[in-house]
């Protein structure tokens, strides 16, 4: 059982940085593809990114690419979500998450994942 524990979220001004963190612990972690999911109030949840189990294919939304990066350390257990400029739509509970597999695709066409952090809260102030 893979679990997830995410920190670095907080209040920032918009144009501000920040690093999004995830611990995980348990099986495999270095096997399975990994990615972010945020969740804005009264919305759905909704794709942010995802890298591949070796870290060398990562997939963006289109509103994260170009202004947010992931990436992994597989001797940490660590995976990050590096946001620059960030927007006050970019205002939600972000989420870490595991696939089963170690493709993007096992990632990305998931109809759930097995695996997910508690989430950390981003606000972005105008």
């Known amino acids: 059982q893979v679990q997830l524990v995410e920190s670095g979220g907080g209040l920032v001004q918009a144009g501000d940085s920040l690093r999004l963190s995830c611990q995980a612990s348990?099986?495999?972690?270095?096997?399975?593809?990994m990615g972010w999911y945020r969740q804005a109030p009264g919305k759905a949840r909704e794709y942010v990114a995802v890298?591949?189990?070796?870290?060398?294919?990562?997939y963006y939304s289109d509103s994260a690419k170009g202004r947010f990066t992931i990436s992994r350390d597989n001797a940490k257990n660590m995976i990050y979500l590096q946001m620059n400029s960030l927007k006050p739509e970019d205002t939600a509970v972000y989420y870490c998450?595991?696939?089963?597999?170690?493709?993007?695709?096992?990632?990305?066409?998931?109809?759930?994942?097995?695996?997910w952090g508690q989430g950390t809260q981003v606000t972005v102030s105008s």
């Open positions: 890298i591949n189990w070796s870290g060398g294919t990562t």
């Open positions: 348990g099986p495999n972690f270095r096997t399975k593809a």
């Open positions: 998450a595991a696939a089963e597999g170690s493709s993007t695709t096992d990632f990305i066409g998931a109809p759930s994942l097995p695996f």
